[in-house]
């Protein structure tokens, strides 16, 4: 069972359809001695992804904070697969889906100049209101026309 729901999941990834995109640069103070993107940079190159996408729903992360509504990150699974480097333009998309209480961002960044996978994360997001697990029917709302 746990095979096929895996399956499932790796079929879902291989053909799945993005909801919303941005395009970024790596800037130089993000690379390493390397001189390729540190890895943590990743996440908040993710994480800015996340937050546009809300942006263009009219979600102000800030406002539901002042109604006692807080998405918080529960678990991230990260894939690094080619290096980006200092300039690279890249192009960073999502997509979503909602398993009860739980939201899930499937994220991926390609490189601009020739599309390549650089970076895969599975975010999974709950919500907390009023400081205790609950669902959210505002964020069910903003994510209607996606989940």
């Known amino acids: 069972m746990y095979y ?3 399956l499932g999941f790796y079929y879902y990834l291989c053909n799945m359809k993005y909801v919303f995109e941005t395009r970024m640069a ?3 103070y993000e690379c390493d001695i390397e001189g390729i993107v540190n890895n ?3 996440l908040h190159y993710a994480e800015h992804t996340r937050h546009l996408f809300l942006r263009s729903l009219g979600v ?4 539901f904070h002042e109604q006692g509504i807080d998405a918080v990150v529960h678990s991230m699974k990260l894939q690094y697969k080619v290096p980006l480097r200092c300039d690279d333009e890249f192009v960073s998309r999502l997509n979503l889906k909602k398993d009860g209480f739980r939201y899930w961002f499937y ?4 490189r601009a100049s020739d599309e390549k996978l650089c970076f895969r994360a599975t975010v999974e997001l709950v919500c907390l209101v ?3 697990l609950a669902p959210s029917p505002e964020y069910d709302e903003a994510f209607k026309d996606y989940i």
């Open 4 to 6: 096929l729901r895996n």
């Open 26 to 28: 790596v800037r130089d």
């Open 40 to 42: 943590a940079n990743y």
């Open 60 to 63: 102000s992360f800030a406002k």
């Open 107 to 110: 994220q991926d960044i390609y």
């Open 130 to 132: 009023n400081g205790q």
